[in-house]
């Protein structure tokens, strides 16, 4: 309600600002320009000479002669001149009085008019949230906004017809500034479609592969036209703008080598004997169901810390997939425990 009562102060304070300050003054006196108002009869009459005759001829031929010198000394304008002052006079704001556009009626149609909007919009967004439209689909969250968008525009162009009539060359100018405004504020938008386009066509993944790509990993859930959805390790859903693809490397753990090696640190104490602890941990990995067996392994050990009285392996494993890493950790963890405490 708070954005409404803006929207309408706005619109007032645009109509107020618009006001022209020239006002007809109504106690103006008109002034006639009493030389323009000349009779024939005052211009001044050629008189006979007395003794001489006056030739008619002459004189009807030096009146022929000075029309045609006047006419030939102004010329006339014509219309493949350009007129450049007149194009700028229609791109100017149009002149109007306050008083006499807006009354009572006018503002009344202005008012009806916001309040319908207000009242379209209001039921656009009851219908998107009807079964979480705006969630499920993309296309209706889109075409709500453009909705609501239009139907906006139409009731800022009609009031401002009411007030302004004949002003079609200023409202262009308003809209074309709002589209400007609008393309630029939309460029992190047109940047992800850009991105979206780009996974469509080179495909540098699928859903159900598992990438990395920055600091960001999982698994690929969903692909929409203007971001990438993620399932991490620990159940977190992540949204990746498509526009981050155009500027980073992806790593596709599953197309590129669905195996990966994984090496894994274990310490012990010192009163197990290291052979037996070396195969424990061998077998270990032989018995899980995350180890490529394809692929050989090996224990290592690394490090005698005499201080801690404690010895440190490492093992070199293939795993099925790198999302089960922790999995496999586990999986171990728990082979080599029961080892140890069957083996006392």
Known sequence: MKKNIVLILILSGCLIIAQDSSIVNQNSLLINDSLLNISENDSITQKPIPGKEVNKDSIEANKVQKSTSKS?????????????????????????????????????????????????????????KLKNLKQRFIFFKFAFGTLKGIIWFIVFYASFSLIMPNSNEFVFILILIAFIVSAISFIPLIKNFIGGFYLTVSMPFSVGDYIKISEYEGEVEKIN???????????????????LFLSSPVSNFRRQQKEQLVTINFELPFHHEPEKIIK???????????????????????????????????????IIDVKFTDNLIHSLNMIINRAISESK
């Not at 036209?225 to 526009?243: A, F, H, R, T």
Request: glycine share 2%; proline share 3%; aromatic share 14%.
């Open 72 to 128: 030939v000394a102004k010329p006339q304008k014509t219309d493949n001149i350009f007129d450049s002052d007149q194009i700028l006079n229609q791109l100017k704001m149009p002149k109007f009085n306050v008083f006499k556009e807006i009354n009572f009626f006018t503002f009344s149609e202005i008012l009806f008019l916001v309040l319908i909007s207000i009242g379209l919009t209001k039921l656009i967004d009851f219908i998107s």
């Open 225 to 243: 036209w203007k971001d990438v959805i993620l399932n991490s390790e620990g159940s977190n859903i992540i949204n990746i703008p498509n526009s």
């Open 280 to 318: 424990i941990i061998y077998e270990a990995a032989l018995s899980s169901p995350y180890f490529y067996s394809k692929m050989k392994h090996k224990v290592l050990l690394i490090k005698n810390d005499f201080i801690a009285q404690k010895r440190e392996y490492q093992l070199h494993i293939y």
